[in-house]
């Protein structure tokens, strides 16, 4: 069967490198934003998160930039490594973040 | 966070009939989720399902297509009915939680539905 991701753009990064995916957000009004990660056959795994009062957050290897002026966000992952490789979705929310609106996705290829 | 379990975890139907996808998690929750996933697509919310509510459902989804029950804070079904190939995607639930104050959702692993 047909794979997630199958038609989306793809950003291939060798192994060690660092990758940055990047996200147009739609809704000025979004105040809360989410990283997804999804391998295939698997649901959406929740990486990372922001909220608009905020330009900058770090995890674990990974980071989220927040522009509001253009209304972008990127994720940043430090030494990729192939366990990386997955469809990321950035989704945005307002208000009680229940409604999530979700972009159209990346897929990250890691070659050794 | 969460332990969110579907069922079926793939189905292939044939045009006309219906197919009811369970989702359980394993701890009581106020909100959950629907989502499409079309083939090499981003997820679409198809409806909120809180218990005790009839669910609300986002434009371009009606109840007639797609049932949802709510009866209890850990279970949920979506059945998709009358099914067309164009139905076929992933159909996903998913949660709402405040682990650290913060709405997140989270997801489980999806039912692959594939209409002949």
């Known amino acids: 069967g047909e794979s997630v991701g199958l038609h989306l753009p793809t950003l291939s990064v060798q192994e060690g490198d660092n990758s940055i995916i990047n996200c147009a957000y739609s809704n000025s009004a979004s105040d809360y934003f989410i990283w997804y990660k999804q391998e295939s056959g698997k649901g959406p795994q929740f990486i990372i998160d922001?909220?608009?009062?905020?330009d900058k957050r770090q995890g674990q290897r990974v980071t989220v930039l927040l522009n509001k002026t253009v209304k972008h966000l990127s994720l940043q992952i430090a030494a990729t490594q192939p366990g990386d490789s997955a469809v990321y979705f950035c989704a945005e929310g307002s208000g009680g973040y229940n409604k999530l609106i979700f972009g159209a996705g990346t897929r990250l290829a890691v070659h050794p | 966070s969460a332990v969110i379990s579907q069922k079926p975890s793939r189905d292939i139907c044939q045009r006309g009939t219906s197919l009811t996808i369970q989702c359980q998690v394993d701890s009581q929750v106020t909100m959950m989720f629907w989502y499409r996933q079309q083939p090499g697509q981003s997820l679409t919310l198809i409806a909120t399902?809180?218990?005790?509510?009839?669910?609300?459902?986002e434009s371009g989804f009606v109840i007639d297509k797609f049932p949802i029950s709510r009866p209890n804070l850990t279970f949920s079904t979506l059945t998709v009915s009358n099914m067309s190939p164009e139905d076929s995607s992933i159909y996903l639930c998913?949660?709402?939680?405040?682990?650290?104050?913060?709405?997140?959702?989270?997801f489980g692993p999806g039912t692959r539905l594939t209409v002949l």
């Open positions: 399902a809180n218990q005790g509510s009839e669910a609300t459902y």
């Open positions: 998913s949660v709402e939680e405040r682990p650290l104050g913060v709405n997140e959702q989270f």
């Open positions: 922001i909220r608009s009062n905020m």
